[in-house]
């Protein structure tokens, strides 16, 4: 779906903008879930990417 592996090292971008570029970390793909409905952005919810990022939060792709 999005070219990445479960078990893979990534990263999660919040956004980028005025030579500013917002780095939220580095974790780990879990694959694609569909979020709670409490997580923000632009959940619809559909299935989103999952990130479990090293300090333990979770990104979801509808988040950044």
């Known amino acids: ?4 592996v479960v078990g ?7 956004g980028a903008g005025d030579n500013i570029i917002a780095f939220l970390g580095y974790g780990v ?7 709670p409905k409490e997580i923000g952005g632009l959940n ?3 299935e989103n ?5 090293d300090n333990g939060d979770v990104v979801w792709g509808c988040e950044c």
């Open 1 to 4: 779906m999005n070219g990445h």
């Open 8 to 14: 893979e090292r990534v990263g999660a971008f919040l």
């Open 29 to 35: 793909y879990q694959g694609v879930e569909v979020p």
């Open 44 to 46: 619809l919810g559909f």
């Open 49 to 53: 990417p999952k990130i479990v990022l």
